[in-house]
């Protein structure tokens, strides 16, 4: 059974500074894909990172994905209140997506 | 456009009811998914439609039955549910089941499902 544990689990931090989730996993996966879920709504998806190694980034918002693809960061640079909500990654795995257990990330003006 | 819409977004039915959940996608996706997601969980598969035909049964009870009109729609009928069956209901559709980008999925707002 594929699993992806994600890191922490909850993060309050006030605003303008940086922070970084991780997900990672003993197995490998073809591509993972990070979402951002408000509460009552479906995940939106930010990024799908696929090669390992690769980073992309959205603003500010920077996402890795492991050289061996079996693990992905999320880093956000100068946090804001905006940002606060579940950030969820899920690992495509051989048949279905693989969820991690979400970060709940809470930005403090 | 990567937009996926669910009616209705809310429901609330008794466990002698039946109802069905509507996703509809216009993206031109062969892939349509249905998950289930309680509080404070990530969400879990239910089944995976490709190209109209069902290709995974998550072991869902039959109480829950899928349907795959046509490439754009599905729905999810709902005959003599539990109280623990209340529930976020999301659908998903992917461009294929292939891995890598096209096989990314996009959620829609989902269906807050409540049963008394």
């Known amino acids: 059974t594929q699993l992806l544990e994600q890191s922490p689990q909850f993060l309050s931090i006030q605003e303008g500074e940086n922070l970084t989730v991780y997900c990672n996993s003993s197995?490998?996966?073809?591509?993972l894909q990070w979402y951002r879920q408000e509460p009552g709504e479906g995940p939106v998806l930010l990024v799908t990172?696929?090669?390992?190694?690769e980073v992309k980034k959205l603003k500010r918002l920077t996402f890795q994905f492991g050289d061996a693809r079996k693990d992905s960061s999320l880093h956000i640079t100068a946090a804001q209140p905006g940002d606060t909500g579940l950030y969820l990654c899920?690992?495509?795995?051989?048949?279905?997506?693989?969820f991690g257990q979400g970060t709940r990330l809470t930005i403090n003006p | 456009d990567t937009e996926v819409t669910q009616t209705p977004k809310h429901l609330v039915m008794g466990m002698t009811n039946k109802k069905s959940l509507k996703c509809e996608q216009h993206m031109g996706h062969r892939a349509m998914y249905w998950y289930k997601q309680k509080a404070k969980k990530p969400p879990e598969l239910m089944f995976v439609y490709s190209y109209e035909k069902l290709s995974i049964n998550e072991s869902v009870p039959s109480r829950f039955s899928p349907e795959c009109p046509n490439s754009s729609l599905l729905n999810l009928h709902l005959h003599a549910l539990q109280p623990e069956d209340s529930a976020l209901y999301l659908c998903?559709?992917?461009?294929?089941?292939?891995?890598?980008?096209?096989?990314?999925?996009?959620f829609g707002p989902g269906t807050r499902l409540l049963v008394l």
């Open positions: 998903a559709s992917s461009q294929s089941r292939k891995a890598g980008t096209e096989g990314t999925q996009y």
């Open positions: 990172v696929v090669t390992g190694g």
């Open positions: 899920a690992g495509e795995g051989a048949q279905k997506l693989v």
């Open positions: 197995s490998v996966f073809s591509s």
